[in-house]
């Protein structure tokens, strides 16, 4: 019956899910962001993989639907758990029977408060991104996440400095193999033109700040979420597609103004050896999204149903009500701050709390047995699954590989014979397959390197 829910992210699956469970009692939505992100055009990929576009949505809408949801549009400056209260930017205080926190992650920057340095994280981040674009002839983009290797593909028109600390792009998904296949989309000279936004996204009337309430911190704006650059149109003033420079094994330690520059560069002074200086244009852009969320403290985290973008101890105390008591996260589950897994936590954490107040005693969701993500990155339909970078498994594996540049990348993580986990880059087909490997373990010894041997079809041995 928990399924019967359209599926939204963390916060609002929570929602959804009481409203309907406890028709007769009042749930209040509090959030520091005049809309909602809802989850449409949902498809079920394969057991645990899953595909949809996120939409912004104005909040009333889920007042229409439920009339038990209240919605309150403004910060939570203080919590005192001890007192079950709230205290809101507004000036208001709640008093609530049952809290669940869901208040996402925070974006770090390297610097705060410098105009030329810009962090993306919501909608009002992402358009100052592609205002101050739109006159920049050079930035740098520094980091090597999911943000990261998407703004490098999609900025046209601007050259870019990527500054990245290791060795290969996109180290968060990929290993370097995966990185040389996927390089020589950020050097062709006619990339494709960027696709249309296919899908229209609820923008708060007039300037962004209009549906902000006084003294609302900036701060707190929804995650984009994926597909988030769809309908941005991300052009330097050049006429050029893509000019990318990667200064690799580089961590930005210090960002000077222009002016400040220039004159170290007129005193000759000399950066320390192993230290480089570029020089970017206005609109360097910084991209990094720390876990947690400073509204709790850990063991105010513990004390609530905390579906947050999520200190580790928090994730291990919801998931401690369903699973035996040593807190071993399950074989093929990671970590890693996603829409999927902001979703499921959202749906488990409603249950619990249901649960809870039913009396009754929950199953573990499956969603949970196996780390799955399926997105794109530069064009590519990219999936990776389970310990798909080999992940806590020590020396003691291996890995197989088929690549076919310009076509598709596959790897597998094998141990013992088994399948651990999976990278899979372009239309591969075998997401489905390997998931099923995976999660059945199954002794692969006797196939050796059959296993990805293009000329046997694979799905049909293991479907
Ligand atoms: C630019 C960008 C692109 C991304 N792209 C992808 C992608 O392609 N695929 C993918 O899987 N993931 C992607 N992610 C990650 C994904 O968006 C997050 O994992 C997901 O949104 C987390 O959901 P959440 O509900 O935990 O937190 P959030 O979506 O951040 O929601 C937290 C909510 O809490 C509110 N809030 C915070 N503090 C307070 C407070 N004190 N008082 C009141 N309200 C508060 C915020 O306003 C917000 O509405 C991306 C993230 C970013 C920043
Ligand atoms: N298509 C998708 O699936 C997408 C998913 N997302 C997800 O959204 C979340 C937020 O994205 P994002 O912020 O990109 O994720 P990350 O936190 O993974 O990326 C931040 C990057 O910045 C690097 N960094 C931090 N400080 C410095 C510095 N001083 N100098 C150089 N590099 C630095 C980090 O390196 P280090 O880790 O070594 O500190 C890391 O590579 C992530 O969970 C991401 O996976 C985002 C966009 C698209």
């Given at each position: 019956a928990w399924r019967l829910f359209p599926p939204t992210a963390a916060l609002l699956l929570v929602c959804h899910l009481l409203a309907a469970e406890f028709p007769s009692e009042d749930i209040f939505l509090v959030t520091a962001s005049p809309v909602i992100k809802a989850v449409t055009n949902f498809k079920q990929v394969s057991k645990t993989l899953e595909e949809f576009d996120v939409e912004e949505q104005p909040s009333s809408l889920l007042e229409k639907r439920y009339p038990n949801i209240r919605v309150i549009q403004s910060g939570v400056k203080q919590l005192k758990s001890d007192e079950h209260k709230i205290y809101t930017e507004d000036g208001k205080e709640y008093i609530y029977e049952k809290l669940c926190l869901c208040a996402g992650a925070k974006p770090k920057l390297i610097v705060d408060g410098n105009p030329y340095v810009l962090g993306i994280r919501d909608t009002d981040s992402a358009q100052a991104f592609q205002k101050n674009l739109a006159q920049a002839e050079r930035i740098v983009v520094v980091g090597n996440g999911g943000i990261a290797l998407e703004l490098v593909y999609e900025i046209q028109g601007c050259e870019v400095i990527w500054a990245i600390k290791d060795k290969a792009i996109g180290n968060t998904f990929f290993d370097a193999g995966a990185a040389e296949f996927l390089l020589p989309k950020l050097t062709a000279e006619s990339q494709e033109t960027p696709m249309e936004c296919k899908r229209t996204k609820y923008t708060v009337e007039g300037?962004?700040?209009?549906?902000r309430p006084p003294g609302a911190s900036d701060k707190l704006g929804s995650a984009l979420g994926s597909d988030w650059h769809e309908g941005l149109h991300l052009k330097g003033t050049k006429e050029f597609s893509h000019k990318v420079h990667i200064e690799v094994l580089c961590e930005v330690k210090k960002i000077h103004l222009q002016q400040e520059f220039i004159q170290l560069q007129q005193t000759s002074l000399t950066f320390p050896k192993g230290e480089k200086n570029v020089e970017a244009d206005e609109g360097e852009c910084h991209s990094v999204e720390v876990a947690g969320n400073e509204l709790a403290s850990p063991s105010e985290y513990e004390q609530h149903k905390v579906c947050s973008e999520y200190s580790l101890c928090a994730h291990f105390v919801l998931m401690a009500q369903g699973w035996p008591h040593d807190f071993n996260l399950p074989n093929f589950l990671l970590q890693m701050r996603l829409w999927t897994q902001a979703r499921q936590m959202g749906w488990y954490a409603a249950k619990c709390m249901a649960a809870e107040a039913l009396g009754e005693s929950i199953d573990m969701d499956f969603s949970f047995e196996l780390f799955a993500h399926i997105t794109k990155f530069f064009n590519y339909k990219v999936v990776v699954l389970g310990k798909y970078n080999a992940q806590g498994l020590g020396s003691e594996h291996e890995l197989m590989l088929r690549c076919t540049k310009g076509h598709e990348y596959i790897k597998v993580v094998m141990q013992n014979g088994r399948m651990m986990g999976a990278v899979l880059i372009g239309e591969t087909d075998l997401e489905e397959t390997f998931e099923n490997l995976i999660l059945n373990?199954?002794?692969?010894?006797?196939?050796g390197e059959d296993l990805l041997n293009p000329d046997i079809d694979i799905e049909d041995y293991f479907d």
């Open positions: 300037s962004e700040e209009k549906g373990q199954m002794d692969l010894s006797a196939y």
